[in-house]
């Protein structure tokens, strides 16, 4: 079992729409947990970190739940350049090392 | 914009051959890290570096070699290439003093062995 799991989607919605992504994780000595955004043919770039207590930024929103072991993110009116792939990532170890989810690709639709 | 870069930026180079990928930062970062990654596929942990001197093993079995001699330089080498290791290559760094999850990124080497 990946350490990291995500749904890959594709998620294709239109512009202002509402979508929620979900990922899992099994390793419990996960200490931290963060969303990353790559865009097409491009490098990962930090999006936002995941409290227990919820986060948000903006139109975005992250949520970890340690019991379920699940982290979300929500965005709020989406805009056409949200348009990317959304990987989950926890920090882990005594070497602090980030393990990435393969990611979900989202599309917005004008 | 991250201040890490990396050369070449794609390159296609027949099988038998050395390579060496070539990964700078001007951020004075102590970890440096190497990913592989395939297409729509997760990035995968291959090598990484605490420090001048320090290097380690990632995750992902990987054939490559890295050196660190320079705090801001961190190559990847591949003495024979072969074309199973076609992808993309990630380079990245991080500041321990804040704690390592933002880990910046270098656009990435694409190599194609034929």
């Known amino acids: 079992r990946k350490e990291v799991e995500q749904d890959p989607g594709p998620f294709n919605v239109p512009e202002g729409a509402t979508v929620a992504f979900n990922c899992t994780y099994s390793?419990?000595?996960?200490?931290?947990f963060f969303w990353y955004r790559q865009d097409c043919r491009k490098e990962p770039k930090l999006l936002m970190s995941v409290y227990s207590s919820g986060n948000e930024d903006g139109r975005f929103t992250a949520q970890l739940n340690r019991a379920s072991q699940y982290i979300s993110l929500l965005i709020r009116d989406s805009k056409l350049s949200d348009s990317a792939t959304y990987l989950c990532v926890g920090l882990s170890g005594s070497a602090r090392q980030l393990t990435f989810g393969s990611g979900t690709q989202l599309t917005v639709l004008p | 914009e991250a201040d890490i870069y990396q050369t070449p930026r794609y390159l296609v180079i027949g099988t038998g051959k050395k390579i060496t990928l070539e990964c700078s930062q001007t951020m004075g970062h102590d970890k440096m890290y190497w990913y592989q990654q395939d297409p729509g596929m997760e990035l995968h942990l291959i090598h990484y570096s605490y420090g001048v001197n320090s290097t380690e093993k990632g995750d992902l079995s990987s054939e490559s070699t890295v050196s660190r001699i320079r705090t801001e330089h961190f190559p990847l080498t591949l003495e024979s290439a072969r074309p199973s290791h076609t992808s993309q290559y990630l380079c990245?760094?991080?500041?321990?003093?804040?704690?390592?999850?933002?880990?910046?990124f270098g656009p990435g080497t694409r190599l194609t062995v034929t």
């Open positions: 990245a760094s991080s500041d321990p003093g804040q704690g390592d999850y933002e880990q910046y």
């Open positions: 390793n419990s000595a996960s200490q931290s």
